[in-house]
């Protein structure tokens, strides 16, 4: 069973940094796409940033140049590194594990809160 599990969220004020941490069980980071997604109150669920099996990156236009998202197949987790925070950035943060081959092969975890103080 494939488990995702959040970590690394928190209450920081603006201009600070976060390091979110996200472990995969079950699943290989190797062969799939992970992505980062964010909710906040009111608003709909959307990708902040996400790495293919390959390496390549892909940013939301609002995180470009201050957030960052790596993995370590060796450990299969992955991170997303959140500099020069804004309070605009406070939602709750997912990580999706997808297959680019199997379409039900997609799995998110349970979120972890990041809340930025002006």
């Known amino acids: 069973q494939v488990q995702l599990v959040e970590s690394g969220g928190g209450l920081v004020q603006a201009g600070g940094s976060l390091r979110l941490s996200c472990a995969v069980s079950?699943?290989?980071?190797?062969?799939?796409?992970m992505g980062w997604y964010r909710q906040a109150p009111g608003k709909q669920r959307e990708l902040v940033a996400s790495i293919s099996s390959g390496g390549s990156t892909n940013y939301a236009d609002s995180v470009k140049g201050r957030f960052t998202i790596s993995s370590d197949n060796a450990k299969n987790t992955v991170y997303l590194q959140l500099n020069s925070l804004k309070p605009e950035d406070t939602a709750v943060y997912y990580c999706r594990l997808q297959s680019p081959m199997l379409p039900n092969y997609d799995y998110w975890g349970q979120g972890t809160q990041v809340t930025v103080s002006s």
């Open positions: 079950g699943g290989f980071l190797s062969r799939n796409t």
